[in-house]
């Protein structure tokens, strides 16, 4: 069985672009997490989808936001890109919501310049 | 707020050897889950080991195991017969109701021969 995909693996723009990550979870995962990891700290929580509601967000401006599809992938949005949004962005699928395991993908690294 | 803390940045152990890695987490939840994962080089989050409190007894998968101290809302990770494979960085982390995963800031772990 495939693991969590994303794409693309690596990403580079320019400050005031806007980006579409994409996520697949695992066959049979109905719950979609986001999380932006900057270089040398530790993931943070940014969205939790489950069955295609937003059940969690964490502190993050409105410039970010996601969907989760029908078929339980998802797209993590973010407008007017700031330097400060470089980082690895990592999705997260989990097969219920609530205290569970989580299985990640290899995440999407951003570069805004 | 859930709070995790991980107060080694970096550790180092020779092959063969065994090492503990520490992680304290601050909460007033009764019911949830504890992770350790693994994050090497290459980006992607690995699962080593979970720990649901409900149960009393120390998660062990190999050569991984934890030491889960509730009262003291500790929870440690003891990797035996190191090996060069195991050279990444581990995050702790932690599941509530919320089902969103609460990260600490990682141990780099370098094996040497």
């Known amino acids: 069985d495939a693991g969590v995909t994303q794409s693309p693996t690596h990403l580079i723009k320019t400050r005031g672009q806007q980006v579409t990550l994409r996520c697949s979870p695992i066959s049979g995962h109905k719950s979609v997490s986001w999380y932006q990891q900057v270089l040398g700290q530790g993931p943070q929580f940014i969205f939790q989808?489950?069955?295609?509601?937003?059940?969690g967000r964490g502190n993050f401006p409105d410039r970010f936001s996601a969907r989760q599809f029908p078929n339980y992938s998802s797209e993590l949005n973010v407008n007017a890109l700031l330097l400060g949004d470089s980082a690895l962005y990592l999705c997260?699928?989990?097969?219920?919501?609530?205290?569970?395991?989580?299985?990640f993908g290899q995440g999407t690294r951003l570069t805004v310049v | 707020a859930q709070t995790v803390t991980q107060s080694q940045p970096e550790m180092s152990v020779q092959e063969a050897e065994t090492v503990t890695l520490s992680c304290t987490y601050d909460t007033s939840e009764n019911n949830y889950y504890l992770f350790w994962y693994k994050q090497p080089p290459s980006r992607q989050m690995i699962l080593v080991i979970r720990q649901e409190t409900y149960k009393q007894q120390n998660a062990t998968e190999n050569r991984f195991s934890v030491n889960f101290q509730k009262a003291a809302k500790s929870f440690s990770l003891k990797i035996s017969d190191s090996q060069l494979g195991d050279t990444a960085m581990y995050f702790c982390?932690?599941?509530?109701?919320?089902?969103?995963?609460?990260f600490g800031t990682g141990t780099r772990l370098q094996v040497t021969l």
């Open positions: 989808y489950y069955e295609k509601e937003e059940r």
């Open positions: 997260a699928s989990s097969w219920i919501q609530g205290p569970t395991e989580a299985f």
């Open positions: 982390a932690f599941s509530g109701t919320a089902s969103k995963l609460t």
